[in-house]
């Protein structure tokens, strides 16, 4: 018989069992295959993105890199040569815009020798083509840490300025004078004399040290060595919100007080300014001192 070419290819049940199960299974199996495929680029953990690479990072990262502003927190300054590389060598690096080049000490001779409230004064308010803080506002980086790069510029061109003293914890926020008054000389006023101190190790002691508890005959005078010894650590640049020497619109609305008043407070302290500026001078020259600083803005 030669009908072999011609038979049915499915001789036995078992080969009908087999044909059964390929001929739906075949086609169920590439289905699904392909919807795998097609949807596999996109999959993630049932219905949600929790899988996905990005929340895989976020999670595992460590948390010193996260930036969160808390008010609160006790802050954490940028090194001078942090702020430095982060704004400054903008301009700075290069010397672009006829900055005073980061390094040379022949550009920044001539500026070194204006000391360094001068310099940190200019950087706070701009000069020329230098913006005011070198273009950032007071919420990125704080006076201190402007005064920190300052310092990193200044010492790496040449100069040999003390470290800007850090500001004391809270002082230089706005309730300052609410803190203050509820600690009383707790904990906050030592960290504020500290500072005081610090603040003042960085004032050139030019002036006689006259002030040192003895009472000079001259009044005025007295006022004002004290001030250049003492005062003027904060009150020349308005360190820590201090009213500026000289600045009418800081001093007009504290000098509404009874003369007494302002007396007093430069004499027992009021928020981040210390008692007697932190020093031991005698009360006739801190009030003298007082005089000072007022007969500026009369
Ligand atoms: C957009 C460019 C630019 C940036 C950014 C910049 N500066 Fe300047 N800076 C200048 C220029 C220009 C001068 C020279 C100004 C002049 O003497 O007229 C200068 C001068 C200075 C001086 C010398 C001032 C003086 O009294 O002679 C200091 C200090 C200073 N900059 C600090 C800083 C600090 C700190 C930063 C970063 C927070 C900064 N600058 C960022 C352009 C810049
Ligand atoms: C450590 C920085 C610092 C030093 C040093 C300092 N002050 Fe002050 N001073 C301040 C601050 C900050 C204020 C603003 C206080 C406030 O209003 O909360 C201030 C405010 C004052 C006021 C105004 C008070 C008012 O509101 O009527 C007088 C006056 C004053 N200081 C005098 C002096 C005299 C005098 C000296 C030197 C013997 C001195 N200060 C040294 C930081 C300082």
Same mark, same amino acid.
């Given at each position: 018989?030669?009908?072999?070419?011609h038979?049915a290819?499915i001789?036995?049940p078992?080969?009908?069992?087999a044909?059964?199960?390929?001929g739906f299974?075949?086609?169920i199996?590439i289905i699904?295959?392909?919807?795998?495929y097609?949807?596999?680029?996109?999959?993630?953990?049932?219905?949600?993105d929790?899988?996905?690479?990005?929340?895989v990072t976020?999670?595992?990262k460590?948390f010193?890199?996260?930036?969160?502003r808390?008010a609160?927190a006790?802050?954490?300054?940028?090194?001078?040569?942090?702020?430095y590389?982060?704004?400054?060598s903008?301009?700075h690096?290069?010397g672009a815009?006829?900055a005073?080049?980061?390094t040379?000490?022949a550009?920044w001779a001539?500026?070194i020798?204006?000391?360094?409230?001068?310099?940190?004064?200019?950087?706070?308010t701009?000069?020329?083509?230098m913006p005011p803080?070198?273009?950032?506002s007071p919420?990125?980086?704080?006076?201190?840490?402007?005064?920190?790069a300052?310092?990193y510029?200044?010492?790496?061109?040449g100069?040999?300025?003390?470290q800007? $003293?850090e500001? !004391?914890a809270? @002082?230089?926020a #706005?309730?300052? *004078? &609410? +803190?203050?008054a $509820?600690t009383? !000389?707790s904990? @906050?006023?030592a #960290?504020?004399? *500290? &500072? +005081?101190m610090a $603040?003042?190790?960085?004032?050139?002691?030019?002036a #006689?040290p006259?002030a040192g508890g003895?009472?000079?005959?001259d009044a005025?005078?007295?006022g004002?060595a004290?001030?250049q010894?003492v005062?003027?650590a904060?009150?020349?640049?308005?360190v820590?919100?201090?009213p500026k020497?000289g600045?009418?619109?800081?001093?007009a609305p504290?000098l509404k007080?009874?003369i007494d008043t302002?007396?007093n407070y430069?004499?027992?302290?009021?928020?981040?300014?210390p008692?007697?500026g932190?020093?031991n001078?005698s009360?006739?020259?801190?009030?003298?001192?007082?005089d000072y600083?007022?007969s500026?803005?009369?």
């Open positions: 018989m030669s009908e072999a070419p038979g290819p001789k036995t078992a080969q009908l069992i044909a059964v199960i390929a299974a075949v086609p199996i699904v295959l392909l919807a795998v097609v949807d596999n680029s996109t999959r993630t953990g049932a219905g949600t929790s899988l996905s690479e990005a929340e976020a999670r595992i460590p010193a890199q996260v930036d969160i808390d609160n006790p802050r954490v300054y940028k090194t001078g040569e942090e702020v590389k982060a704004v400054c903008a301009c690096a290069s815009a006829g005073p080049k980061f040379n000490t550009d001539p500026r020798a204006q000391g360094f409230d001068t310099l940190l004064h200019t950087a706070l701009g000069k020329g083509a803080r070198g273009g950032t919420d990125d980086y704080s006076d201190f840490e402007i005064a920190r300052v310092t510029m200044a010492n790496n061109s100069a040999s300025f003390p800007p $003293a500001p !004391a809270g @002082a230089a #706005a309730s300052g *004078a &609410a +803190a203050a $509820a009383g !000389a904990d @906050a006023g #960290a504020q004399a *500290a &500072a +005081a $603040a003042m190790a960085s004032v050139p002691q030019a #006689a006259a003895t009472q000079s005959a005025s005078q007295a004002k004290l001030y010894q005062c003027q904060c009150h020349a640049a308005g820590l919100n201090a020497f600045d009418k619109d800081a001093w504290r007080d009874p302002v007396y430069a004499l027992h302290g009021k928020g981040a300014m008692p007697k932190g020093s001078a009360d006739a020259d801190v009030k003298a001192a007082v600083m007022v500026a803005v009369k």
